[in-house]
Protein backbone atom coordinates (compact mmCIF):
# COMPACT_ATOMS: atom_id res chain seq x y z
CA UNK A 1 0.00 0.00 0.00
CA UNK A 2 1.44 3.31 -1.30
CA UNK A 3 2.28 6.31 1.20
CA UNK A 4 -0.60 9.16 0.17
CA UNK A 5 0.87 12.09 -2.04
CA UNK A 6 1.16 15.56 -0.07
CA UNK A 7 0.39 17.94 -2.52
CA UNK A 8 2.11 21.71 -1.87
CA UNK A 9 -0.55 24.04 -0.54
CA UNK A 10 -0.96 27.16 -3.35
CA UNK A 11 -1.22 30.60 -1.52
CA UNK A 12 -3.01 33.52 -3.05
CA UNK A 13 0.71 35.41 -3.23
CA UNK A 14 2.40 34.77 -6.42
CA UNK A 15 6.32 34.28 -5.49
CA UNK A 16 9.27 34.54 -7.59
CA UNK A 17 9.44 35.22 -11.04
CA UNK A 18 5.64 34.90 -11.67
CA UNK A 19 5.30 37.03 -9.01
CA UNK A 20 7.30 39.63 -10.37
CA UNK A 21 5.41 38.92 -13.71
CA UNK A 22 2.28 39.02 -12.69
CA UNK A 23 2.83 41.93 -10.33
CA UNK A 24 0.84 45.77 -11.39
CA UNK A 25 3.29 48.17 -12.79
CA UNK A 26 5.10 50.41 -10.04
CA UNK A 27 4.05 54.16 -9.22
CA UNK A 28 7.54 55.12 -8.30
CA UNK A 29 8.98 58.00 -10.56
CA UNK A 30 12.03 56.90 -12.02
CA UNK A 31 14.29 59.98 -11.01
CA UNK A 32 15.18 61.32 -7.62
CA UNK A 33 12.30 63.28 -6.15
CA UNK A 34 13.26 66.84 -5.60
CA UNK A 35 11.33 68.51 -2.08
CA UNK A 36 10.06 71.73 -2.93
CA UNK A 37 12.39 73.14 -0.52
CA UNK A 38 15.51 72.56 -3.51
CA UNK A 39 13.33 73.27 -6.30
CA UNK A 40 12.61 77.07 -4.36
CA UNK A 41 16.48 77.05 -4.40
CA UNK A 42 16.90 76.58 -7.71
CA UNK A 43 15.07 78.93 -9.07
CA UNK A 44 16.01 81.47 -6.55
CA UNK A 45 19.75 81.07 -7.97
CA UNK A 46 18.10 80.95 -11.63
CA UNK A 47 16.50 84.60 -10.49
CA UNK A 48 19.91 86.00 -9.29
CA UNK A 49 22.02 84.89 -12.11
CA UNK A 50 19.52 86.34 -14.51
CA UNK A 51 19.85 89.10 -12.38
CA UNK A 52 23.49 90.17 -12.11
CA UNK A 53 23.53 89.14 -16.46
CA UNK A 54 20.49 92.46 -16.82
CA UNK A 55 23.23 94.74 -13.93
CA UNK A 56 25.86 94.15 -16.73
CA UNK A 57 24.11 94.35 -19.58
CA UNK A 58 21.76 97.19 -19.09
CA UNK A 59 24.72 99.75 -18.87
CA UNK A 60 26.07 98.03 -22.14
CA UNK A 61 22.86 98.56 -23.64
CA UNK A 62 21.85 102.13 -22.44
CA UNK A 63 25.19 103.31 -24.04
CA UNK A 64 24.50 101.53 -26.98
CA UNK A 65 21.60 102.90 -27.44
CA UNK A 66 22.08 105.87 -26.85
CA UNK A 67 24.84 106.59 -29.39
CA UNK A 68 21.89 107.08 -31.98
CA UNK A 69 19.51 109.01 -30.33
CA UNK A 70 19.21 112.67 -29.61
CA UNK A 71 19.45 114.43 -26.29
CA UNK A 72 16.23 114.63 -25.40
CA UNK A 73 15.67 110.94 -26.03
CA UNK A 74 18.24 110.27 -23.30
CA UNK A 75 17.30 112.49 -20.84
CA UNK A 76 13.77 111.26 -21.31
CA UNK A 77 13.66 107.38 -21.28
CA UNK A 78 17.78 106.33 -21.55
CA UNK A 79 16.65 102.51 -22.23
CA UNK A 80 14.33 103.35 -24.93
CA UNK A 81 15.23 102.30 -28.63
CA UNK A 82 16.48 104.58 -30.57
CA UNK A 83 13.18 105.39 -32.81
CA UNK A 84 13.92 107.53 -34.63
CA UNK A 85 17.22 105.95 -35.79
CA UNK A 86 20.32 108.70 -36.31
CA UNK A 87 23.72 109.12 -37.15
CA UNK A 88 24.23 112.76 -35.93
CA UNK A 89 26.35 111.61 -32.52
CA UNK A 90 28.53 110.32 -33.99
CA UNK A 91 28.90 112.78 -36.84
CA UNK A 92 29.06 115.78 -34.55
CA UNK A 93 31.62 113.59 -32.37
CA UNK A 94 33.77 113.50 -35.45
CA UNK A 95 33.13 116.98 -36.53
CA UNK A 96 34.26 118.39 -33.36
CA UNK A 97 36.69 121.55 -33.71
CA UNK A 98 39.83 119.88 -31.58
CA UNK A 99 39.22 116.87 -33.45
CA UNK A 100 39.55 115.08 -29.80
CA UNK A 101 38.03 111.96 -30.93
CA UNK A 102 40.79 111.34 -34.21
CA UNK A 103 43.51 112.34 -32.21
CA UNK A 104 42.30 110.29 -28.88
CA UNK A 105 42.00 107.39 -31.04
CA UNK A 106 45.11 107.69 -32.40
CA UNK A 107 46.96 108.24 -29.28
CA UNK A 108 45.45 105.07 -28.08
CA UNK A 109 46.43 102.81 -30.88
CA UNK A 110 49.82 104.31 -30.61
CA UNK A 111 49.95 103.47 -26.80
CA UNK A 112 48.31 100.68 -26.59
CA UNK A 113 50.55 99.16 -29.73
CA UNK A 114 53.52 100.03 -28.35
CA UNK A 115 53.13 98.69 -25.10
CA UNK A 116 51.61 95.35 -26.39
CA UNK A 117 55.00 95.23 -28.82
CA UNK A 118 57.37 95.39 -25.91
CA UNK A 119 55.18 93.34 -23.54
CA UNK A 120 54.70 90.26 -24.91
CA UNK A 121 57.97 88.78 -26.49
CA UNK A 122 59.23 90.35 -22.92
CA UNK A 123 56.71 88.65 -20.84
CA UNK A 124 57.12 85.55 -22.73
CA UNK A 125 60.76 85.39 -22.62
CA UNK A 126 60.75 85.87 -19.17
CA UNK A 127 58.08 82.95 -18.69
CA UNK A 128 60.39 81.20 -20.64
CA UNK A 129 63.35 81.72 -18.49
CA UNK A 130 61.54 81.01 -15.54
CA UNK A 131 60.31 77.92 -16.81
CA UNK A 132 63.78 76.46 -17.54
CA UNK A 133 64.96 77.14 -13.57
CA UNK A 134 64.60 74.96 -10.54
CA UNK A 135 61.71 74.47 -8.32
CA UNK A 136 63.01 76.70 -5.96
CA UNK A 137 64.32 79.65 -8.17
CA UNK A 138 60.85 79.04 -10.06
CA UNK A 139 59.07 79.22 -7.00
CA UNK A 140 61.11 82.62 -6.00
CA UNK A 141 60.85 84.60 -9.08
CA UNK A 142 56.92 83.42 -9.12
CA UNK A 143 56.71 85.15 -5.68
CA UNK A 144 58.63 88.18 -6.86
CA UNK A 145 56.48 88.88 -9.66
CA UNK A 146 53.32 87.65 -7.83
CA UNK A 147 54.08 91.34 -5.90
CA UNK A 148 52.82 93.74 -9.18
CA UNK A 149 49.72 92.11 -8.89
CA UNK A 150 49.13 92.07 -5.02
CA UNK A 151 49.96 96.18 -5.37
CA UNK A 152 47.19 98.29 -6.42
CA UNK A 153 48.40 100.49 -9.38
CA UNK A 154 47.43 103.48 -7.88
CA UNK A 155 49.46 103.23 -4.79
CA UNK A 156 52.50 103.64 -6.91
CA UNK A 157 51.42 106.05 -9.30
CA UNK A 158 52.66 109.33 -7.70
CA UNK A 159 56.44 107.08 -7.16
CA UNK A 160 56.11 106.13 -11.05
CA UNK A 161 55.00 109.79 -12.07
CA UNK A 162 58.81 111.10 -9.91
CA UNK A 163 60.61 108.58 -11.49
CA UNK A 164 59.67 109.78 -14.74
CA UNK A 165 60.16 113.35 -14.04
CA UNK A 166 63.89 112.45 -12.72
CA UNK A 167 64.93 110.94 -16.15
CA UNK A 168 63.08 113.36 -18.07
CA UNK A 169 60.01 111.02 -19.46
CA UNK A 170 57.33 112.96 -17.67
CA UNK A 171 54.46 114.34 -19.46
CA UNK A 172 55.27 112.18 -22.62
CA UNK A 173 54.22 109.23 -24.34
CA UNK A 174 57.57 107.56 -24.00
CA UNK A 175 57.01 108.17 -20.50
CA UNK A 176 53.25 106.48 -20.36
CA UNK A 177 54.72 103.57 -22.28
CA UNK A 178 57.44 102.54 -20.06
CA UNK A 179 55.15 102.99 -17.29
CA UNK A 180 52.70 100.14 -18.74
CA UNK A 181 55.72 97.87 -19.21
CA UNK A 182 56.34 97.73 -15.60
CA UNK A 183 53.93 96.71 -12.46
CA UNK A 184 50.71 94.11 -13.25
CA UNK A 185 50.53 93.88 -16.54
CA UNK A 186 53.59 92.44 -17.07
CA UNK A 187 53.27 89.91 -14.07
CA UNK A 188 50.13 88.98 -15.42
CA UNK A 189 51.35 88.15 -18.81
CA UNK A 190 54.64 86.23 -17.13
CA UNK A 191 51.87 84.31 -15.19
CA UNK A 192 49.99 82.99 -18.07
CA UNK A 193 52.80 82.31 -19.93
CA UNK A 194 54.23 80.62 -17.21
CA UNK A 195 51.42 78.19 -16.80
CA UNK A 196 51.08 77.63 -20.62
CA UNK A 197 54.81 76.41 -20.73
CA UNK A 198 53.71 73.61 -18.23
CA UNK A 199 51.33 72.08 -20.80
CA UNK A 200 54.75 71.90 -23.59
CA UNK A 201 56.35 68.38 -23.31
CA UNK A 202 60.36 68.90 -22.46
CA UNK A 203 60.89 66.75 -24.95
CA UNK A 204 60.34 68.86 -27.42
CA UNK A 205 62.88 71.34 -26.13
CA UNK A 206 65.25 69.09 -24.86
CA UNK A 207 65.70 68.02 -28.66
CA UNK A 208 65.97 71.43 -29.88
CA UNK A 209 68.82 72.11 -27.55
CA UNK A 210 70.59 68.78 -28.38
CA UNK A 211 70.42 70.11 -32.36
CA UNK A 212 72.36 72.89 -30.86
CA UNK A 213 70.03 75.36 -30.75
CA UNK A 214 70.31 78.17 -28.02
CA UNK A 215 68.05 79.71 -26.07
CA UNK A 216 67.09 83.04 -27.89
CA UNK A 217 66.86 80.57 -31.01
CA UNK A 218 64.61 78.29 -29.18
CA UNK A 219 62.36 80.40 -28.11
CA UNK A 220 62.31 82.09 -31.56
CA UNK A 221 61.40 79.15 -33.56
CA UNK A 222 59.82 76.42 -30.84
CA UNK A 223 58.45 78.67 -27.99
CA UNK A 224 56.83 81.31 -29.06
CA UNK A 225 55.13 79.58 -31.96
CA UNK A 226 53.60 76.90 -29.66
CA UNK A 227 52.60 79.63 -27.30
CA UNK A 228 50.24 81.56 -30.19
CA UNK A 229 47.16 80.83 -27.87
CA UNK A 230 48.27 82.25 -24.65
CA UNK A 231 49.84 85.13 -26.49
CA UNK A 232 46.02 85.96 -28.34
CA UNK A 233 44.99 85.94 -24.85
CA UNK A 234 47.67 88.02 -23.21
CA UNK A 235 47.36 90.32 -25.92
CA UNK A 236 43.57 90.70 -25.94
CA UNK A 237 43.73 90.97 -22.09
CA UNK A 238 45.97 93.59 -21.79
CA UNK A 239 45.14 95.68 -24.98
CA UNK A 240 41.73 96.43 -23.36
CA UNK A 241 43.41 97.31 -19.88
CA UNK A 242 46.00 99.85 -21.61
CA UNK A 243 43.09 101.02 -24.02
CA UNK A 244 40.72 101.52 -20.87
CA UNK A 245 43.49 102.85 -18.68
CA UNK A 246 42.38 106.43 -17.17
CA UNK A 247 44.93 107.13 -14.35
CA UNK A 248 48.13 106.70 -15.94
CA UNK A 249 47.50 109.16 -18.99
CA UNK A 250 45.83 111.50 -16.64
CA UNK A 251 48.55 111.55 -14.43
CA UNK A 252 51.48 110.76 -16.50
CA UNK A 253 50.31 113.08 -19.77
CA UNK A 254 48.89 115.62 -18.12
CA UNK A 255 45.94 117.49 -19.44
CA UNK A 256 47.91 119.96 -20.86
CA UNK A 257 50.04 116.98 -23.02
CA UNK A 258 47.21 115.07 -25.10
CA UNK A 259 45.16 112.43 -24.22
CA UNK A 260 44.19 109.25 -24.86
CA UNK A 261 40.38 108.26 -26.13
CA UNK A 262 39.56 107.92 -22.16
CA UNK A 263 40.87 110.86 -21.26
CA UNK A 264 39.37 112.57 -24.18
CA UNK A 265 35.72 111.54 -22.74
CA UNK A 266 36.38 112.86 -19.54
CA UNK A 267 37.47 116.11 -21.40
CA UNK A 268 34.30 116.15 -23.38
CA UNK A 269 32.41 116.77 -19.88
CA UNK A 270 31.19 120.04 -19.37
CA UNK A 271 31.61 121.74 -16.52
CA UNK A 272 27.89 122.85 -16.03
CA UNK A 273 26.33 120.84 -18.65
CA UNK A 274 26.90 117.92 -20.83
CA UNK A 275 25.77 116.76 -24.44
CA UNK A 276 25.22 113.60 -23.86
CA UNK A 277 24.40 112.79 -27.43
CA UNK A 278 27.95 113.72 -28.43
CA UNK A 279 29.11 112.19 -25.36
CA UNK A 280 27.87 108.69 -26.28
CA UNK A 281 29.07 108.90 -29.73
CA UNK A 282 32.59 108.99 -29.19
CA UNK A 283 31.89 106.33 -26.22
CA UNK A 284 30.54 104.11 -29.14
CA UNK A 285 33.67 105.20 -31.38
CA UNK A 286 36.25 104.19 -28.23
CA UNK A 287 34.44 101.28 -27.72
CA UNK A 288 34.41 100.05 -31.80
CA UNK A 289 38.43 99.53 -32.00
CA UNK A 290 38.60 96.73 -28.87
CA UNK A 291 35.43 94.75 -30.14
CA UNK A 292 36.55 94.35 -33.56
CA UNK A 293 40.48 93.44 -32.28
CA UNK A 294 38.18 91.08 -30.02
CA UNK A 295 36.20 89.25 -32.65
CA UNK A 296 39.43 89.13 -34.73
CA UNK A 297 41.49 87.03 -32.37
CA UNK A 298 38.58 85.22 -30.54
CA UNK A 299 39.70 81.85 -31.57
CA UNK A 300 43.41 81.87 -30.78
CA UNK A 301 41.52 83.63 -27.06
CA UNK A 302 39.25 80.77 -27.00
CA UNK A 303 41.78 78.03 -27.57
CA UNK A 304 44.24 79.84 -25.00
CA UNK A 305 42.04 79.13 -22.49
CA UNK A 306 40.88 76.11 -22.95
CA UNK A 307 44.11 74.45 -23.60
CA UNK A 308 45.32 74.43 -20.21
CA UNK A 309 41.82 72.11 -19.26
CA UNK A 310 42.44 70.28 -22.36
CA UNK A 311 46.07 69.01 -21.89
Do not use: C
Amino acid sequence: MSAPTTRPVRTGKPTGTAASAGSAPSTRPAGPVRAPGSRLRGRTHLAGAWLITLAFILPVYVAFVSAFKKQDQIVSNPAAPPIPFTFDNIVNALSRPDNLVQAGLLNSIMVTTATLVILVPLSSMLAFYISERSPRIRGALLAVFALGLMVPPQVVLLPIVTLLRSIGLANSYAGLILSNVGGGYLSFAVFVYVGFLRTIPREVIEAARMDGAGDLRLWWRIVFPVVRPATATVAIFLGLWVWNDFLNPQFILGPLQGQTITTGIYVSLGAYSTDYSQLFGIMFLAAVIPVVGYLVSQREFIHGLMSGASK
